[in-house]
């Protein structure tokens, strides 16, 4: 039985636990490391900005989708 090949569902609440734990592991670890990761504030927003950005894109695209199944479903 391979792991990575299990089908799950997760709901949006399901979903909150485990981003505030990885949330704040990276405050931890950015508290910590505070002066190393100071001369990273540039590219690190950088890279937030991208992904921000693809994320809602990729939502977006998804929404559309399904929402076309929908009407497409209501007229057969």
């Known amino acids: 039985m391979n792991f990575f090949k ?3 569902s997760w ?3 399901e979903f909150i636990p485990l981003k ?3 949330a704040t592991a990276y405050i931890l670890v950015g508290a910590y490391f505070h002066h190393f ?3 990273y504030y540039v590219p690190v927003i950088l ?3 991208i992904t ?3 994320s809602v894109y990729l ?3 998804k929404m559309k989708k399904e929402e076309k ?3 497409l479903k209501n007229v057969i």
């Open 52 to 54: 921000v950005i693809w």
């Open 6 to 8: 299990i089908k799950t």
């Open 20 to 22: 505030l734990c990885i």
């Open 59 to 61: 939502w977006l695209t």
């Open 37 to 39: 990761f100071k001369q």
């Open 69 to 71: 199944k929908k009407n």
């Open 47 to 49: 890279v937030f900005v």
């Open 11 to 13: 709901s949006n609440a």
